[in-house]
C-alpha cells in the first residue's frame, strides 16, 4: 500500500508513528512536510516541521516538549546571549545546531531542500519518505496590530514569542504563489493508494502545503481516496493556538467546521475569505472526528463527506495506532 500524508509538526509527526505501527514492511508512506515555518536565525536554515518530523520518526524528539531534540543542552543559546545576539525567543539547542548547520553547508552548495532532506534523513532513518513540499522558499506571515500598527510578522514569532496573544488578521504565505513542488510530491500523490490529512494545523500547516500551486489540484484530482483527521476535539485544538489562525480565514474552531473547510472531494467551493480569488476544490472522501463530537457526525455527511467518531486523543502509542487505523478503514469503505 502506498500512503501520502500531508504533515506539520507536532501533531502530524506523532500520527505518522501510530501509522507506521499499523503498516506492514511492504508498505511505503510518503510525507509531504510544511516548510511555510521554515526560518533563518544566526545565519542559518532552520526547518521545524521537517526536523520535528525526522526526529519524531527516527527516535530522536524531546518527547515532554514534542519538538527539539532528546537530552539536549544549551550552550551555545548561553554563549549567543552573551554576545548579545539574537533572537533570545527561539530555542535551538546544541544538538539542533548541527542539523542546521549541516542543511545550510549543503543548501550553500547548491543542493535543494529536498536533496538535503534525504540526506539528513540517511543518519535518522525516519521508516517514511520525507519530502518538503517545494524546493523554493516559502514563509507563512501572519498580519496583526498591535501597539506598533499593522504589520506582518513572521508566523514562528506570532506562534512563539507572542504566543498567539494577538489576533491574527490574515494569513500569508509569501512566496507560495509562486514555489514549485518538490520533486516527488506531485508524482507520490498521483501515484497513492490513501491520502491522509493528519490531525496538523489547518491553515499554517496542511494550509500552506495546499496553497503551493499543483499540490491541492493532485490532492483533488487523485483516484486515491481523501481521509482527514480532525485537530479540533469539544469545539478545542488538541495542541497549539489552532483557534486563532482559523478565525483569521472565518472559520470557527469546530471539528465539523474544520471538514467543511477542506470540503468534500470533487465539490468546488469559493476561497474568498483564504486571502485569495477564484475557487478551490474540496478535497475529502472521509473525515474523523473525536467521540467527543459525535453530534457533528450528522452535519458533516449531509455536506457528502462520510465521517466516523473515534477517539483521536494520541495519548497513547496504542491510542495513536488506533487512530491510524480508523483512518485507514475509512479510506476502504469509502473506496468500496
Known amino acids: 500500500m502506498r500512503i501520502v500524508a500531508l504533515a506539520g509538526g507536532i501533531g502530524g509527526a506523532r500520527f505518522l508513528r501510530g501509522l507506521k505501527d499499523v503498516t506492514g514492511p511492504g508498505d511505503e508512506i510518503t510525507v509531504i512536510g510544511n516548510t511555510g515555518d521554515d526560518i533563518h536565525l544566526f545565519g ?3 526547518c521545524p516541521d521537517l526536523d520535528t518530523l525526522m526526529y519524531t520518526l527516527g527516535g530522536g524528539i524531546h518527547e515532554e516538549q514534542g519538538w527539539g531534540r532528546a537530552d539536549e543542552t544549551w550552550s551555545i543559546k548561553g554563549e549567543m546571549k552573551a554576545y548579545g545576539v539574537g533572537p533570545e525567543w527561539f530555542g535551538l539547542g546544541d544538538k539542533d545546531f548541527a542539523t542546521h548547520i549541516v542543511r545550510t553547508q549543503m543548501l550553500a552548495a547548491g543542493y535543494p531542500l529536498s536533496a538535503v532532506t534525504e540526506a539528513l534523513c540517511e543518519r535518522w532513518q525516519p521508516g517514511v519518505r520525507l519530502l518538503p513540499m517545494s524546493d523554493d522558499r516559502v514563509e507563512t506571515h501572519v498580519r496583526i496590530t498591535d501597539e506598533s500598527g499593522t504589520r506582518a510578522v513572521h508566523f514562528q514569532e506570532y506562534w512563539v514569542r507572542l504566543h498567539a496573544a494577538v489576533d491574527a488578521e490574515a494569513i500569508i504565505p509569501v512566496g507560495a504563489d509562486t514555489a514549485k513542488p518538490a520533486p516527488g510530491v506531485l508524482e507520490a500523490i498521483a501515484a497513492a493508494d490513501v491520502i491522509l490529512l493528519p490531525p496538523s494545523n489547518p491553515v499554517v500547516s496542511i494550509g500552506t502545503v495546499l496553497a503551493v500551486p499543483g499540490i491541492r489540484q493532485a ?18 485544538p488538541v495542541r497549539g493556538m489552532a483557534d ?53 457526525v450528522a452535519a458533516v455527511e449531509a455536506a457528502g463527506i462520510p465521517c466516523r467518531a473515534v477517539p483521536l486523543l494520541m495519548s497513547d502509542p496504542e491510542a495513536t495506532a488506533a487512530m491510524a487505523r480508523a483512518a485507514l478503514d475509512l479510506a476502504e469503505q469509502v473506496r468500496a
Not at 219 to 236: H, K, Q, R, T, W
Not at 266 to 282: D, H, I, K, Y
Open 244 to 296: 486563532k489562525v482559523l478565525q483569521a480565514v472565518g472559520v470557527d474552531t469546530t471539528a465539523e467546521a474544520v471538514a467543511l473547510h477542506y470540503g468534500r472531494k470533487g465539490a468546488v467551493r469559493s476561497a474568498s475569505n483564504e486571502g485569495g480569488g477564484g475557487r478551490r476544490a474540496g478535497l475529502l472522501d472521509g473525515w474523523l472526528v473525536d467521540t467527543a463530537d459525535a453530534a457533528s
Open 44 to 46: 542559518l536554515k532552520v
Open 219 to 236: 490532492v483533488g484530482s487523485a483516484a486515491a481516496p481523501v481521509v482527514g483527521l480532525s485537530p479540533i476535539i469539544g469545539g478545542s
